[in-house]
Structure formats: structure tokens, C-alpha cells
């Protein structure tokens, strides 16, 4: 439940078309992760480095609900997403299929594109290594950080459905 | 309670629900379109393998392709209907309509129940007094498909009471857009958006259907209607499956009231780069246009078509423009041919497609170069969702789409209007 890495810093009102674009959504999770942010940022699908921690700003993930936005960003190795709050689909989605994610108010303020940066998904804590401060993001509902931990919400279906 | 919480009370099997609680409730119906319905049925098949609990509450409707532009298009949609077939849930072809419009005029969406769906805008079912939410791929495949579940939490609810009586040439879309813009992008994540007040009471339900459409945009999670006798006159004309209308208690309570008078209103226009930027037609008057549509979730209705028709009527739309008019169903297209509106509007230089979702992300139609702009009655307007992202995409009211294919720009439909 901890990440640390290079800080990819984006804007606010971020849809997930722009994630990954309409006519991307039926490559492989594989050719798609080369897509992701691609008009935002080309540099970031190129040279996103495993643990790296996604920044963005109000809304990020608005418009349509589809779960590749999020499965998408997994799959380019990225450990965690801190926004300043994101839509309420992306942010569901991000749990149902296992990529931490937290919301921070004021998270765009507090680092820079390129900052080294470590995140504790258990207790919200996010360093800035690069300026030696620290924040705290908005604690995780429990239920949601079970589904965190079981890997997103297949593997735990039959129990949530109470047929396990 | 209000009606969601009762409406999430009943279905997961307590005698109440506070926001805040998180609770499993049992679905009552699946929408799915041909793009997030090929998601899904990619998760379920490869990663769920568990057979389709309850397939006669699952829908899936091909609105983005009215039909297939590419061989690689004409597989995934063979591969939708082999998936429809395996498992025997409802399948509504290219051509059938646009999702939401498909969903409620073949029956499906009924007062008191629970409407899930991949797209984002499903929460417009709230017009009909459902609670109704977009969930993700994973939840459909994972608990809505095996187990007739979903996970909710409660949501609290901003009650919207609009109040007044809107101009000639000024329209239910004009104060549905104008909302967007006084709640604002991420203005009300994760509530329930209550809409009331004389203003939506008065409403016929086509036009009711444009308010719980916005949610989504500004951050939502549902929005709903009271249900009246003119919710339960319209779902009974349209079938015969019984449904328990549930209301809200007039204690009922609310996080937020924001009470707004749109009598003054003028025409909106909402300008990419996102819906947030609305303002008066006046703002973006001029601007040119070479492309015009009635379609997507929220156009292609009948009382689109019809105050296309009064402006177009006896009139040719601009050189150089391209109106395209995609009825929201196939109903929509008999009606609109019964009164007369198809020829109208051929006579006046439109375009009619099959009934669709239209250019709704350019997946067969509607894509621009980057030096195009279109105006439409679509839901969105984020770059990139109509070809190159440098296109501008301008929405607005029928009213104004028209009065705008007339003028090759941004126009005020009231100059039209006599």
C-alpha cells in the first residue's frame, strides 16, 4: 500500500477521454497504456516509470465511466493517483480494480512536476522527498480499503454479494 | 427519507439508510451500450466466469454504431451479439436508438427501481423517479451480472427548486445548461441532485428527462424527479410490467436547497474545452459553424426535431453547413414522420440518420478536422470527443442548433422566431 516515485503533475477537469481516447478503448491494456495522456503530456506514456505517482487536479476522470481510464494508468506501472478530488466514477473505479488513489486538497500546490514523492495509502501520508515536507490526504472509507487490499472488487464479490 | 434512500433502503433489505452507509442493493435493470457493453462482457467472460444470474434485467443497446465503419468494428459487434445470445440477455441492434431513450421506450426503466449502467449519463432515469447511477465495467461484470447486486453508498442530496416562466425562444435545455454552469464542474460530487419546484413540475417528461441528465457533469452521482401522475401515465403507455411508485417524505432531508428563478433566462451555449464554460448565446454569437446535429443522449428527442422544424420551416440552412439530424429511437423517427417534420427539414438541407446516439464520440459519424466546429444538442463538449481535439464543439438548444445552421454561426434563435 506504498508507492514512490517521479511526480507527473496535471491539470484540473481532466475527462477520461483524454486518459485514453475513445478510439484507443479496444487495443490491448498493453498498446493502450502507451496512449494514456497522450494530448495532455507525450512524455508521460513514454517515460512513466514503475511506482511513479500521478497528479492532478478538481475532477480529475470526469465524463464517461469507463473502467480502462483507471485500468489504463495501472497498466503504465504508476503505483498511486493524488488528486485534489476526482470524479465519483473514476474514483469507484480506481478501487474495483485495485490502483490507489487519494484525494488531497491542495496536492497541486504542494509539488512540482519531476519532485520525488512517497504515498501511504493506510494512513494518507504523502512526502515530497524533493522539498522535505509532508501532507495528508482524505482518509479511505474502510470498505473501500478492503477492496483495495482484496485486489478490487471481482475477488471479492461472492463475499460482498453474500454468497461466499 | 427522500425517494433514493428509500429506494436503496428497500432493495438491500433495511427499513432505512443514512448517507454515508454503504449498502448492497439488488439491481432491477442493466444498461449497456455496444463500446462499455464489450467491456464488460470482456471482464465477464475472462475474468468472472460465473453464469448470468437474472439475464432479463440486462440490456444492451448498439447506439454508438448505427452501423459497423470498419471490419475491426463488425467483429466486436459479432462478438456483443454472440455474448447476448450466451447468456440470453436483451439485445437492441444498430438502429434501434440511442441507450437511454431504448431503455425507457421499450420498458425497462420503471419508478422505484434500480437502473445501472456503464455510461455516464444513466442517471437521467431519474426522471422517472428510479434511482438510478453509473457504475464501472468491474461492477457490472463482477456483481451486477452473477449476483443481481451492486455496492452503493448513500449519497446526501442538494435539492434544486427552479421557479418561473421561460421566454419565447428560450427552452428547457437553455436552463438545464445555464444549472450546469451555477452548480459547476465537480459542483456537487457524489450527491443526489433533487430537481423540483413549479418549473419542473410543469414540465412534460421529455423535457423533465434534461435535468437528472446533467448530474454526471457536475459531478453527481444521481439526480431525481418526484414521480406524479404524469411519471405514472407515461410508463404505463409504454408497458405493462407493474412498478411501486416510491416518494420522498416531506421531512425528508437535504444537505443543501438552491433555489433559482429562470425567468429571465436568455438562450445558453456551453463552448469546449468543458460544460463549466456556458453563457448566453451572445457570448459565442458569430462564431462559425460547418456542422449542426440534433443527437446524443440528450437531443434527437421529438421536441427537438420540432423546434428545428419551426425554425427551418420554408427556410435553407447555410452554404457550406452540414445538419445532421439523428432521432434519439425509432418511435421518435415514426413520429417525426407522421408530422410531417422529416420532409420539412430534407426540404430545408438536413441530413437524417438512423436513430442513434449519433456523433456521441465520433464513433461512426460526427468526427471534425481541427479546423471544424459543430453545434449541437449533444451532452458534452470535452476536446477530443469529435476527432481532432483542436475542433470546438458548441451546445445549445434545438432552438438555437437551427437558428445557428441558418446563420453558418452561432446564432440567437430568438431573431428567428416570430
Request: charge should be neutral; glycine fraction near 10%.
Amino acid at each position: 500500500m506504498k508507492a514512490r516515485g517521479r511526480c507527473w503533475k496535471f491539470g484540473d477537469n481532466i475527462p477520461t477521454d483524454q486518459i485514453v481516447r475513445a478510439d484507443r478503448v479496444l487495443l490491448s491494456m498493453q498498446d493502450m497504456a502507451k496512449h494514456v495522456l497522450e494530448n495532455l503530456n507525450p512524455d508521460f506514456a513514454r517515460s512513466v516509470k514503475p511506482g511513479d505517482i500521478l497528479v492532478a487536479g478538481k475532477h480529475f476522470g470526469q465524463s464517461s465511466g469507463r473502467a480502462v481510464a483507471p485500468k489504463a494508468i495501472q497498466a503504465t506501472g504508476v503505483g498511486a493517483v493524488v488528486v485534489e478530488y476526482a470524479s465519483r466514477l473514476f474514483y469507484r473505479n480506481c478501487f474495483e480494480i485495485g490502483l490507489p488513489i487519494l484525494e488531497c486538497a491542495g496536492i497541486t500546490n504542494f509539488v512540482h512536476d519531476g519532485d520525488i514523492l512517497s504515498v501511504d495509502m493506510t494512513d494518507g501520508r504523502i512526502h515530497n522527498e524533493t522539498t522535505q515536507q509532508t501532507v495528508y490526504a482524505n482518509p479511505v472509507d474502510p470498505f473501500l480499503m478492503d477492496m483495495l487490499r482484496a485486489g478490487g472488487i471481482i475477488p471479492m464479490a461472492a463475499k460482498l454479494a453474500g454468497e461466499d | 427519507m427522500n425517494l433514493v434512500e428509500k429506494i436503496l433502503a428497500k432493495a438491500s433489505g433495511r427499513t432505512t439508510v443514512r448517507p454515508g452507509d454503504v449498502v448492497v442493493a439488488n439491481v432491477d435493470c442493466l444498461l449497456l451500450h455496444d463500446l462499455s457493453g464489450y467491456i464488460t462482457s470482456r471482464v465477464f467472460d475472462n475474468e468472472v466466469r460465473r453464469p448470468m444470474r437474472y439475464p432479463e434485467r440486462v440490456v444492451m443497446v448498439f447506439d454508438h454504431h448505427f452501423s459497423p465503419p470498419s471490419e475491426e468494428r463488425a467483429r466486436m459487434l459479432e462478438e456483443n451479439r454472440a455474448f447476448a445470445r450466451r447468456h440470453g440477455i436483451h439485445l437492441f441492434d444498430c438502429g434501434s436508438g440511442n441507450i437511454h431513450h431504448v431503455g425507457v421506450r421499450r420498458g425497462f426503466v420503471r419508478p422505484g427501481t434500480i437502473v445501472v449502467g456503464s455510461d455516464s449519463h444513466t442517471p437521467v432515469h431519474g426522471a422517472l423517479g428510479c434511482f438510478a447511477a453509473g457504475l464501472g465495467n468491474n461492477s457490472h461484470a463482477g456483481t451486477v451480472m452473477p449476483f443481481g447486486k451492486a455496492w452503493f453508498r448513500v449519497p446526501e442530496t442538494i435539492r434544486i427548486e427552479l421557479s418561473g416562466t421561460q421566454k419565447k425562444g428560450v427552452v428547457p435545455r437553455d436552463a438545464a445548461l445555464w444549472l450546469t454552469g451555477q452548480i459547476g464542474e465537480g459542483g456537487a460530487v457524489y450527491k443526489a441532485l433533487q430537481f423540483a419546484g413549479p418549473f419542473i413540475k410543469d414540465l412534460e417528461m421529455w423535457d423533465r428527462w434534461l435535468f437528472p441528465l446533467i448530474t454526471i457533469d457536475v459531478g453527481g452521482k444521481c439526480g431525481f424527479i418526484e414521480p406524479d401522475e404524469k411519471t405514472i401515465d407515461f410508463v404505463r403507455s409504454l408497458t405493462t410490467e407493474p412498478f411501486d411508485v416510491i416518494t420522498s417524505d416531506e421531512d425528508a432531508e437535504y444537505v443543501e436547497l438552491r433555489a433559482y428563478d429562470i425567468s429571465d433566462l436568455e438562450p445558453q451555449v456551453a463552448a469546449s474545452p468543458t460544460l463549466g464554460n456556458v453563457g448566453p448565446v451572445g457570448k459565442f454569437a458569430g462564431a462559425p459553424v460547418q456542422w449542426a446535429e440534433l443527437g446524443g443522449h440528450g437531443g434527437g428527442r421529438l421536441q427537438d426535431i420540432r423546434q428545428a422544424a419551426e425554425i427551418l420551416r420554408g427556410r435553407k440552412i447555410a452554404p457550406g453547413v452540414k445538419f445532421n439530424i439523428v432521432p434519439s429511437s425509432r418511435e421518435v423517427f415514426a413520429e417525426a414522420c407522421q408530422e410531417g417534420l422529416v420532409q420539412t427539414l430534407h426540404e430545408a438541407g438536413c441530413t437524417w440518420f438512423p436513430p442513434s446516439t449519433g456523433s456521441n464520440q465520433a464513433i461512426n459519424m460526427g468526427a471534425m478536422a481541427n479546423t471544424e466546429a459543430m453545434v449541437s444538442t449533444h451532452a458534452r463538449n470535452f476536446p477530443g470527443r469529435n476527432g481532432s481535439p483542436e475542433a470546438k464543439m458548441y451546445l445549445g438548444s434545438a432552438y438555437t442548433v437551427a437558428a445557428s445552421a441558418l446563420a453558418g454561426k452561432i446564432a440567437d434563435p430568438r431573431a428567428y422566431l416570430v
